[in-house]
DNA sequence: CTGCCTCGAGTTCG
DNA sequence: CTCGAGGCAG
């Protein structure tokens, strides 16, 4: 068994508390998971598991210990901090080591870490003492030497009792002071300054731009690229990576800068070091928990990664008085954010058929928890990107929620590879049908050309009643497979041509049931017909432009006898989707399905529209709508825009005049504040179109 | 031809 | 939401 799954199997009778095995057992199954993982983690410079999981393994591991009377194994990882060091680099021992932090989850956690310090201190428990909040920024830490003033050694955390020295890399980080400025201070003989590196997500991205033009592989993340680029053995090339340091503490000192935290990193401010601005000084521990949950709204927006929100005890005298247990002081603790990204095996790779017919490659994954949800497939776009990103059946992947949401493999990790997984390739046929699939010259996707292909058909009778077309209720993806999978659709028209009785045969269809579907696919007969045309899924007319064409032409009869020459004259249509529309238009086939929808009676022709615009209160204004508006649902906010005149537009752009800000925005809202677009509430814009 | 601005297509989980 | 690609202005 492998240790990703036996580490899986342990963490499940954990979880579930089904705890067949005896302790013993589990804390010796736990020993040597946590080991190995470390192991994979410090020496081969990638994991398999989540930090947040390590962590929470590690602490089942300590109260596990502690609830068993029995002596601690010494090998086991509660007394250490790490594993030892890779070769490569020179070994150094920190003169005091780098503590590991306990971790919080919850509101709850922190409250119950701030009540033992209280205890501790001997102190009545609603008392409010001084604490300081720092941002947790996800990099590397550092401990870095300055002896009178200038910097005399550079290392890594390691083990936290030995690092490597990477004086070299850390002199080419302009944030990192090479010799400290006076500070309105004496000089001090010897300073020991503790931060954390990292790579600014601006030049992540702009990074792995590069290396991906060059054809190398790209890092899996900022933490990834920074930890990479600081143990490149050539220094000139780390010079050329735009890391970056933040201090938040030191080590030993020759003479104090302080007598609490917060004074310390004002002093680190002065000498020379960049401290992150963002930290809180509160009395007691309800701030603290606001504060957290304010930054974890606001991750996105900086332009680092943080994982969480470090709290310590502000006076140094208190920390001292709490001490240390084994590797984490008492006086700090670690508030962690959900994960966002975690690691998975790739089981393997699937193809879909869209309703286009074009082939998009699916990643079937091991069942991972990102962000407090199961994830277990995730799309991989095209042949390029699994080429490009060198991903392999039966690799490591570094799974995350792009935008909080859609999961996307972001990497694979080479180092984990054991000799079998297999180099994936595009099929030659279609899995539905057994076509020939083909890549156009130039494009980046392989199709199914193939105009009777089932899978094709299932989807495009599933976009045909989907909510931004027909808008057939209680009509959605599996309806549509079991009705091409039993015969009883061969063509789109066929939808309204069935009966209670041909529904009655498909599993789950009781009469009640039957007779409502047949009859809300009957009141779509009347959907406004650019709905219609949509729903047709003719290649290059989603909903925008068959909205154009249908203001331009009014009926399908007159759209079918425009000529390539007529359709391009529109303004928005150019010679690929007028090909296409005239294309599909002659085909036969197509003639006899709008002939078929027309006698159905469905609504085949719109009134022409009218002409009086000009003095509606949004003409001339474009909108872009995101995130979720208090009462307004987005085809509602979008049809009220349109009615009062404006226009709606999926992206921002310089173009747009207003971003309608919602609820759990995505990447559109930093857009358009970079952009300088004005951003409004759902308020601000029913005003406007009542004006 | 290039650089915007848009649009289309496919997408995950509960 | 993200990607690729069509349309169009300069």
């Known amino acids: 068994m492998s240790l990703l799954e036996r580490t899986r199997r342990l963490q499940n009778s954990l979880k579930n508390k089904d705890r067949e095995e005896s302790a013993e057992f589990l804390i010796d199954e736990l020993i040597e998971s946590l080991n190995e993982h470390a192991l994979l983690y410090h020496q081969q410079g990638g994991s398999i598991i989540s930090d947040a999981e390590f962590d929470q393994l590690l602490n089942w591991l300590r109260e596990m210990e502690s609830a068993f009377s029995g002596p601690v194994r010494p090998d086991s990882p509660s007394h250490r901090v790490g594993a030892p060091p890779s070769e490569g680099f020179e070994k150094v021992k920190h003169r005091t080591s780098l503590l590991s932090l306990g971790n919080a989850f919850n509101g709850d956690e922190l409250r119950a870490w701030y009540e033992r310090a209280l205890r501790r201190l001997e102190l009545p428990l609603d008392s409010n003492i001084e604490l300081v909040s720092e941002l947790k920024i996800d990099g590397l830490a550092l401990s870095l030497s300055y002896e009178n003033g200038i910097l005399v050694q550079a290392a890594t955390r390691g083990d936290g009792q030995t690092g490597e020295n990477i004086t070299a890399n850390a002199r080419t980080i302009r944030s990192i002071p090479l010799s400290l400025k006076s500070g309105g201070q004496k000089v001090i003989s010897s300073l020991e300054v503790r931060g954390e590196v990292y790579f600014p997500k601006s030049s992540f991205d702009q990074l792995n731009e590069s290396l991906a033009s060059e054809g190398l592989k790209t890092f899996a993340n900022p933490r990834n690229a920074a930890a990479g680029s600081l143990r490149l053995l050539d220094s000139s090339v780390t010079a050329s990576r735009d890391l970056a340091f933040f201090a938040y503490g030191t080590g030993p000192v020759s003479e104090s800068i302080g007598g609490n935290h917060s004074e310390e990193l004002r002093v680190l401010k002065a000498l020379g070091f960049q401290v992150n601005d963002h930290f809180l000084q509160s009395l007691g521990i309800e701030a603290v928990i606001d504060f957290c949950a304010m930054f974890a709204g606001k991750r996105d927006d900086l332009d680092y990664e943080i994982d969480g929100v470090v709290v310590k005890v502000d006076s140094l005298a208190l920390q001292e008085r709490l001490g240390a247990v084994s590797n984490a002081p008492r006086w700090a603790v670690a508030y962690k954010f959900p994960a966002r990204e975690s690691t998975t095996i790739l089981r393997d790779i699937l193809i879909n058929v869209g309703r286009t017919g074009m082939i998009t490659p699916e990643a079937v994954l091991e069942p991972v928890e990102i962000g407090g949800v199961m994830v277990s497939q995730a799309t991989l776009h095209n042949e390029d990107y699994i080429r490009g990103k060198d991903i392999r059946i039966g690799d490591t992947v570094v799974v995350k929620r792009a935008g909080d949401v859609i999961p996307a493999v972001v990497a694979s990790i080479a180092a984990l590879r054991t000799g079998t997984e297999r180099i994936w390739s595009m099929p030659s046929s279609c899995p539905a049908c057994g076509t020939l699939l083909v890549r156009l010259e130039g494009e980046a996707d392989y199709y199914c050309s193939s105009s009777t292909c089932p899978a094709q058909f299932m989807r495009l009778v599933e976009h045909f009643a989907s909510r931004d077309a027909m808008d057939i209720e209680g009509f959605g993806a599996k309806l549509a497979v079991q009705l091409v999978t039993t015969d009883s659709l061969t063509s ?198 009542r004006a």
């Open 492 to 689: 789109l028209d066929d939808i309204y041509k069935l009966t209670v009785d041909q529904l009655l045969l498909l599993d789950g269809f009781a009469l009640k049931k039957a007779e409502n579907l047949i009859e809300s696919i009957a009141a779509t007969k009347s959907r406004q017909l650019s709905r219609l045309l949509f729903g047709l899924g003719i290649r290059h007319v989603g909903k925008t432009i068959a909205e154009l064409l249908i203001s331009s032409f009014q009926s399908l009869e007159s759209l079918s006898q425009r000529t390539e020459e007529e359709l391009s004259e529109v303004d928005g249509i150019g010679p690929v989707i007028a090909k296409s529309v005239a294309g599909w238009f002659s085909e036969s086939q197509n003639k006899g399905l709008v002939a078929s929808l027309s006698g159905l009676g469905l609504n085949v022709a719109e009134d022409a529209p009218e002409g009086q615009d000009g003095d509606l209160p949004l003409t001339g204004k474009t909108f872009v709508v995101t995130g979720t508006l208090p009462s307004l649902g987005r085809a509602e906010a979008e049809s009220l825009i349109k009615s009062k005149g404006g226009k709606v537009s999926s992206s921002v752009s310089s173009k747009t005049s207003y971003l309608v800000l919602g609820e759990n925005p995505g990447s559109k809202a930093v857009k358009a504040a970079s952009l300088g677009v004005q951003i409004i509430d759902e308020t601000e814009l029913l005003t406007m179109a």
